[in-house]
């Protein structure tokens, strides 16, 4: 997804004022939903882990600079 859009433009759509589980999307909502789902996972999955692997590395971040 970072490789596609920028950090603030995937949030800030993916947050956008759309409903995550219709079936039918606009042009618009249907790209940013591509690029959080997957065959196999949809957005919550996805969504999901993007949060876990984000919180993992901010708490290695610390620890790598904390002054015990």
């Known amino acids: 997804v970072l490789g596609v859009f920028g950090f603030f ?3 800030t759509g993916l947050f956008s004022n759309f409903t995550w589980t219709k079936n ?15 065959e196999n996972t949809n957005v919550f999955i996805c969504l999901s882990a993007y949060i876990v692997y984000n919180v993992m ?4 971040e610390d620890n790598k600079f904390y002054d015990g």
Not at 24 to 38: K, S, V
Not at 57 to 60: D, W
């Open 24 to 38: 039918e999307f606009t042009i618009e909502e249907a790209e940013m939903m591509n690029h959080w789902r997957t």
């Open 9 to 11: 433009f995937q949030l």
């Open 57 to 60: 590395l901010k708490k290695m």
